[in-house]
C-alpha cells in the first residue's frame, strides 16, 4: 500500500477551519485510493507566537522538511499587529518558504462554469474561457531586498530594494516554461522594463530561456497594461511568468475574475521536497469562527498537491471535479445564488468530500 505524510500548518483566523475541510478530502480520496494517510501538525503564524513566542519554531520547519507535503491555511491578524515586524505572523511565512527553498508559486484563476454568474466580469468575457496560471517568483525581489530607514533632505524616509540575480531568473523562468509545455505553449512574461533596471534584466534571461523552448510562444507585457488585460480579456493568458511584487497583485486580480478570491488554490514548490499548498485568500478573521469561509480554495490546493507532488492526475481531477459538480447544486455564503443552497464551511468540506471519494472510486 502507498502511503503518503502530511505536514498540516492550520494558521490564523480561518486557516484552522479551512484545512479542517480540506483534510476531510484528503482522507476520503485516500481511502478510495488505497493509500495509507499519516498526518502530523505543526504551528506557524500568529498560533505560533502565541503558543512558543516566534511565528516560525524549529520543530516546525522540522516536520516540514519531513513530510511528503505541507497544506496551510492562512497567517496573520490585527491581534499581532503591535508585533515588531520580524516576528510577525508574516515573518513565518516567508521563512517556511525560505526554509524550504520554495521559490516558485503556481497559483491558477480558472472560472468553473457553475460560477460564470458569480464573475464580476461581463458574461461575454468570462464565457469565452479563463483558465490561466500565474508563476510567480517566490523568493527573490522586493519583498526579500534590502531595506530600512533613511533621512532625505532632513526628513524620515525608507527603502525597500528590488533585487534579482540572473539564477533567480533562470530557474522561475524555466519552471514557466516547463508548465507553458504541459498545457498551450503559450507564455506571457510581465515586467516594468520600460522603467525598472531589475524588470529589463528579467526580460533579456526570460528572451534566452525562450530558445530552449522554440514550441512556446512567448510574449512580453507592462504591468499596468497587464492588470488591465486581466480584466479586459483574460482568455488571452494561459500560463503567466513574472516577479514577487507583481505576481502578488496580479494573481489577487486574477482570482477575483473567478468570482470569489475563496476558490483559488497555490502550490509553492522548489528543487527538492514536496512543495507547500495554501488558498492564497488571507485569515479573514473578521468571519473566523463562524462557519462561513469558503473551503474550496484549500481543497483545490489539495487537487494541485497530487498533480505536482504526488504525481497523481487522477485524484487531483477528481477533487476538481468534485468542486466543480457540488457547485451545481451548493454554495457558501460568498458565492451564494439564487436558487441554490447555502450551505456552512463544515457542510461544503462535507459534500465535496463525499463527491471526490465517489469519483475515485469509480475509476
Known amino acids: 500500500m502507498k502511503s503518503l505524510h502530511l505536514c498540516v500548518l492550520p494558521g490564523d483566523g480561518i486557516g484552522p477551519e479551512v484545512t479542517a475541510e480540506a483534510v476531510k478530502v484528503m482522507e476520503r480520496v485516500c481511502k478510495a485510493s488505497g493509500i495509507e494517510l499519516r498526518l502530523e501538525y505543526a504551528l506557524l503564524g500568529g498560533a505560533a507566537i502565541d503558543e512558543e513566542g516566534i511565528p516560525l519554531p524549529m520543530k516546525t520547519i522540522e516536520r516540514c522538511r519531513a513530510a511528503d507535503a505541507v497544506l496551510l491555511g492562512a497567517v496573520g491578524g490585527p491581534k499581532w499587529d503591535a508585533v515588531e515586524a520580524h516576528n510577525r505572523p508574516e515573518a513565518g511565512l516567508l521563512g517556511i518558504r525560505a526554509k524550504l527553498g520554495l521559490y516558485a508559486n503556481l497559483r491558477p484563476a480558472k472560472v468553473f462554469p457553475p460560477l460564470k454568474n458569480a464573475s464580476p466580469l461581463r458574461e461575454d468575457i468570462v464565457s469565452k474561457g479563463v483558465d490561466l496560471l500565474v508563476v510567480r517568483e517566490l523568493t527573490g525581489g522586493i519583498y526579500f531586498g534590502e531595506k530600512g530607514h533613511t533621512e532625505v533632505d532632513g526628513q524620515d524616509a525608507a527603502y ?193 468530500a463525499q463527491e471526490a471519494e465517489k469519483l475515485v472510486a469509480a475509476k
Do not use: C
Open 160 to 352: 525597500d530594494v528590488e533585487l534579482y540575480s540572473v539564477p533567480e531568473i533562470e530557474r522561475i523562468a524555466k519552471t514557466a516554461f516547463d508548465m507553458a509545455m504541459a498545457r498551450s505553449k503559450k507564455l506571457t512574461s510581465i515586467d516594468k522594463a520600460n522603467v525598472l533596471e531589475s524588470s529589463r534584466l528579467w526580460r533579456s534571461v526570460i528572451n534566452r530561456i525562450a530558445q530552449q523552448y522554440p514550441e512556446v510562444e512567448v510574449g512580453h507585457m507592462y504591468v499596468d497594461n497587464a492588470s488591465m488585460q486581466l480584466v479586459r480579456n483574460p482568455s488571452q493568458f494561459d500560463v503567466i511568468v513574472t516577479s514577487n511584487i507583481f505576481g502578488d497583485i496580479l494573481s489577487d486580480e486574477s482570482a477575483m475574475i473567478s468570482g470569489s478570491i475563496g476558490m483559488l488554490p497555490s502550490a509553492s514548490l522548489g528543487y527538492s521536497g514536496g512543495g507547500l499548498y495554501e488558498p492564497i485568500h488571507g485569515s479573514a478573521p473578521d468571519i473566523a469562527g463562524q462557519g462561513i469561509a469558503n473551503p474550496l480554495a484549500t481543497i483545490l490546493s489539495l487537487g494541485m498537491m497530487f498533480r505536482y507532488t504526488f504525481r497523481m492526475p487522477e485524484q487531483a481531477a477528481a477533487i476538481e471535479q468534485a468542486v466543480e459538480n457540488v457547485l451545481a447544486k451548493y454554495r457558501t455564503p460568498d458565492i451564494a445564488a439564487e436558487g441554490l443552497e447555502t450551505v456552512s464551511t463544515s457542510r461544503m468540506g462535507d459534500l465535496v
